[in-house]
T-cell receptor, first 110, second 114 residues
Framework: DAKTTQPNSMESNEEEPVHLPCNHSTISGTDYIHWYRQLPSQGPEYVIHGLTSNVNNRMASLAIAEDRKSSTLILHRATLRDAAVYYCILYGGATNKLIFGTGTLLAGQP | EPEVTQTPSHQVTQMGQEVILRCVPISNHLYFYWYRQILGQKVEFLVSFYNNEISEKSEIFDDQFSVERPDGSNFTLKIRSTKLEDSAMYFC????????????FGPGTRLTVT
């Protein structure tokens, strides 16, 4: 199973951007980069995914390095409601299961 | 916006009893999943289901576990004889297609085995 590495925790300031990094140096050509988050006492929630190009949606942006060995989830204006564990997951190929790591705990600062 | 629903939100059962956890996936989705999360630990994959059969399962999903889509809308997880270590949050998820597509998770059922 392809692995990802994320910082254990980060802090964000209210209404300011936050960049959550993820390393995935062993990514294969068929792996998509998915990001999910889990708010306290809730189920995981899909955030965004991409393959090679940068992606934007209403929740966030995903910047993917040219060699695809790393990516960054960008929350443009983080609020206290974005406090959650953020998971970077490689997904694709022969499997259709999500393999969750420990993720990054994003703590908000008012 | 359509969502995955799960019932009950909390189930308490005695060790050795059978439990059935229920999920209603998003209506036009084709793939269905169960995951679990023991308190304070990672979310773990249990099983995926497509076209009325299991497409993949983890080592956790042993003979005590089974899944079923009995009526075209519900998706159930049955644990035949519960153990204390089955206590966890159980999340159902569904996706329109597999591989590159996002999975939508339900709110979970908290299972407590006493």
């Amino acid at each position: 199973d392809a692995k990802t590495t994320q910082p254990n925790s980060m802090e964000s300031n209210e209404e300011e951007p936050v960049h959550l990094p993820c390393n995935h140096s062993t990514i294969s050509g068929t792996d998509y980069i998915h990001w999910y988050r889990q708010l306290p006492s809730q189920g995981p929630e899909y955030v965004i995914h991409g393959l090679t190009s940068n992606v934007n949606n209403r929740m966030a942006s995903l910047a993917i390095a040219e060699d695809r060995k790393s990516s960054t989830l960008i929350l443009h204006r983080a609020t206290l409601r974005d406090a959650a564990v953020y998971y970077c997951i490689l997904y694709g190929g022969a499997t259709n299961k999500l393999i969750f790591g420990t993720g990054t705990l994003l703590a908000g600062q008012p | 916006e359509p969502e995955v629903t799960q019932t009950p939100s909390h189930q308490v059962t005695q060790m050795g009893q059978e439990v059935i956890l229920r999920c209603v996936p998003i209506s036009n989705h084709l793939y269905f999943y169960w995951y679990r999360q023991i308190l304070g630990q990672k979310v773990e994959f249990l099983v995926s289901f497509y076209n009325n059969e299991i497409s993949e399962k983890s080592e956790i999903f042993d003979d005590q576990f089974s899944v079923e889509r009995p009526d075209g809308s519900n998706f159930t997880l049955k644990i035949r004889s519960t153990k204390l270590e089955d206590s966890a949050m159980y999340f159902c998820a569904s996706s329109p297609l597999h591989n590159s597509y996002e999975q939508y998770f339900g709110p979970g059922t908290r299972l407590t085995v006493t």
